[in-house]
């Protein structure tokens, strides 16, 4: 018996085998929830496909969180496909990439825009067209960033954005809680994904955390995924509002002492 027996749940934000939403999807189908993906256009159906069929899925649909429309369509295609939702992995963000370097100040209007809709509202969107599908007892999660809380270099606009994300994170569970409805972040580390390329020096970035983690180390795919495992879970039945880090220590370090 798994853990995720008989639990139903959808991932949206895949894009290829070292996404952060992979090492989710593959956690929890290994614990026996069955899957439901979705795309954004051709390009990524390609890589999207294949995967969600290694695992089983069969409901694969195209989703552009910016559109209402393709929500409701996604919503009605999972009613007939599961019925209920038990569990919704939302792994949604970006920024244009030329707001991803140098200072904050040279923010866009338009580009903050962008980020705030796709990054941060993308969550309150789907949820609220989720909402009759989702069980009592269901959890939510989304991915979140430390540059939500701290200046980190080039993360700039996303960090906003994700401060946004948070914040939605304690609103909708105050909402959704007397209906025994969870809805949590996951804070997880640097990981090299096809979003984390688009900030400028990430490589340096990536080393950096490793060097100055508690644990020494940076995170992957498949820690965050057990970190979902949990969540998605009856075991944490009891957390809701959390943002919850997955980054081997790196948050809880201040200046490091000078080696002796």
């Known amino acids: 018996m798994g853990l995720m027996d008989g639990k139903k749940g959808l991932i949206l934000g895949l894009a290829n085998d070292h996404s952060i939403a992979w090492g989710i999807a593959q956690v929890l189908h290994r614990e026996g929830a069955q899957l439901g993906f979705t ?3 051709e390009a990524l159906e390609r890589r999207v496909r294949p995967l969600a069929l290694s695992l089983g899925a069969t409901l694969i649909e195209p989703c552009d969180v910016n559109s209402d429309a393709q929500i409701d369509a996604l919503m ?7 019925g209920q ?3 919704l992995i939302h792994a949604v963000a970006y920024a244009n990439k030329d707001e991803l370097n140098g200072s904050y100040l040279k923010t866009t209007r338009a580009g903050f825009l962008v980020a705030m809709e796709v990054s941060a509202y993308s969550l309150t969107a789907l949820v609220k067209a989720a909402d009759p599908l989702l069980k009592p ?14 200046v980190m270099g080039n993360y ?8 946004a994300l948070e914040a939605s994170v304690r609103y909708l569970a105050a909402d ?3 209906r025994g409805i969870r809805v949590n972040a996951i804070s997880a580390g640097a990981i090299r994904t096809l979003a984390a390329s688009g900030i400028t020096g990430f490589r340096a970035l990536h080393k950096n955390v490793a060097e100055h983690a508690a644990m020494r180390r940076n995170v992957t795919i498949e820690d965050v995924g057990n970190a979902a495992l949990w969540l998605c879970s009856d075991l944490a039945g009891a957390v809701t509002g959390e943002v919850l880090y ?5 948050s809880i370090m201040g200046p490091r002492k000078s080696e002796e």
């Not at 009605?76 to 599961?82: I, K, L, S, V």
């Open 176 to 178: 959704l809680g007397p």
């Open 246 to 250: 997955v980054d081997a220590g790196f």
């Open 85 to 87: 939702l038990d569990f």
């Open 76 to 82: 009605a295609r999972t009613r007939e496909e599961f």
């Open 39 to 41: 795309y954004v256009g």
């Open 156 to 163: 700039n606009v996303m960090g906003v954005a994700k401060a």
């Open 137 to 150: 007892g269901a959890s939510i999660i989304t991915l979140t960033y430390y540059g939500a809380h701290k």
